[in-house]
T-cell receptor, first 113, second 111 residues
Framework: GAGVSQTPSNKVTEKGKYVELRCDPI?????LYWYRQSLGQGPEFLIY????????DSGLPNDRFFAVRPEGSVSTLKIQRTERGDSAVYLC???????????FGPGTRLTVL | QKEVEQDPGPLSVPEGAIVSLNCTYS??????FMWYRQYSRKGPELLMY????GNKEDGRFTAQVDKSSKYISLFIRDSQPSDSATYLC???????????FGRGTSLIVHP
């Protein structure tokens, strides 16, 4: 079956602009995670959804970052007033239940000029 | 000091070699340990998961955990060029579904 998909695969934007990154989890997976991976680093946790609600958003770096999952499936990560330091690969993962294996998508490569 | 330390490499080995990849950690609360493989421009893929000290084998891969030394290893036997990737260790504490990742080790297996 289909894995986790993320769109767009690449996004180039200018400093100060607003961006939305989309994640389509594996069908039926209740848990969804967002991570950020900077060059040469491992993924860093941003936010985790169980169903429609954010169960843990302790990794969001500041209030410019926000994520939603209104119907418990697709999730959107929103970044306001982008900064050059936001440039990274944004990874999404999903799992059937919270305690199960996380399956990662290919990521969205965000470049802020 | 980061909670999880991992040498970024690159580690270059000839085809057929035994590869040893390692991570150290400082958080005694970590109870589960994982190894992910990440190909260039792809998401991480889970290779091994273990919850206790000792060895776990799966095909050419062996994961080893030494909680007393806070040290984990991944061994790859008969390495192949297709094993060339970045290997990420990850670990977490009981009750937490959010693992902490190492920075990854880049492995190059040349024919």
């Amino acid at each position: 079956g289909a894995g986790v998909s993320q769109t767009p695969s690449n996004k180039v934007t200018e400093k100060g602009k607003y961006v939305e990154l989309r994640c389509d989890p594996i069908s039926g997976h209740t848990a969804l995670y967002w991570y950020r991976q900077s060059l040469g680093q491992g993924p860093e946790f941003l936010i985790y959804f169980q169903g429609t609600g954010a169960a843990d958003d302790s990794g969001l770096p500041n209030d410019r970052f926000f994520a939603v999952r209104p119907e418990g499936s697709v999730s959107t990560l929103k970044i306001q007033r982008t900064e050059r330091g936001d440039s990274a690969v944004y990874l999404c993962a999903s799992s059937l239940l919270s305690e199960d294996t996380q399956y990662f998508g290919p990521g969205t490569r965000l470049t802020v000029l | 000091q980061k909670e999880v330390e991992q040498d970024p490499g690159p580690l270059s080995v000839p085809e057929g070699a035994i590869v040893s990849l390692n991570c150290t950690y400082s958080n005694s609360a970590f109870q589960y340990f994982m190894w992910y493989r990440q190909y260039s421009r792809k998401g991480p893929e889970l290779l091994m998961y273990t919850y206790s000290s000792g060895n776990k084998e799966d095909g050419r891969f062996t994961a080893q955990v030494d909680k007393s030394s806070k040290y984990i290893s991944l061994f790859i036997r008969d390495s192949q060029p297709s094993d060339s990737a970045t290997y990420l260790c990850a670990m977490g504490s009981g009750g937490s579904y959010i693992p902490t990742f190492g920075r990854g080790t880049s492995l190059i297996v040349h024919p």
